[in-house]
């Protein structure tokens, strides 16, 4: 079993496609009226967004129910730290960068404060394990300096 895709309800759809697609790197594969479907390039989509119940609406409010973040995975280092260098230079701000033992993340929120987590996994081989065979993760601080560095 796997997620196939996030469909959210964004308040402003050129917003959201600015943010979806000229920061993070998401290419639009099917524009709908209060729609669009946005991918990679390699399938019909992984993220859905839509102003058909939300257009000019506010987010709702801190500490309620609802998605805490979205996470999207990278192939590799280079290419995590790549989309980073773009969100530092839209003015994106972070909330959080971890290294978590099995991955490095970075945390931030959408426009309209959805929360998203930019990601990339280790090797397996380099996953910390505990003497009893099980995963050890962590959340220590991630040097953005060092992974800034990869981009080029």
């Not at 993220?47 to 995975?73: D, F, K, R, S």
């Amino acid at each position: 079993m796997r997620i196939g895709h996030v469909h959210l309800a964004v308040s402003d759809l050129a917003r959201a496609e600015a943010f979806y697609c000229g920061v993070l790197g998401f290419t639009v594969m099917v524009r709908w009226p209060g729609a669009l479907f946005i991918s990679e390039g390699h399938y019909h989509h992984l993220i859905g967004l839509n102003t058909w119940e939300t257009e000019g609406a506010n987010p709702p409010p801190v500490g309620h129910p609802g998605l805490y973040h979205l996470a999207i995975l990278f192939p590799d280092r280079r290419t995590l730290a790549q989309c980073l260098v773009r969100v530092l230079a839209a003015g994106v701000p972070l909330e959080g960068a971890s290294d978590h033992g099995v991955s490095e993340a970075i945390y931030l929120r959408d426009p309209d404060g959805n929360g998203v987590e930019l990601y990339r996994d280790r090797p397996v081989a380099e996953w910390p394990v505990g003497a009893n065979g099980q995963l050890t993760m962590f959340t220590h601080r991630l040097d953005l300096e060092a992974l800034i560095e990869e981009a080029q």
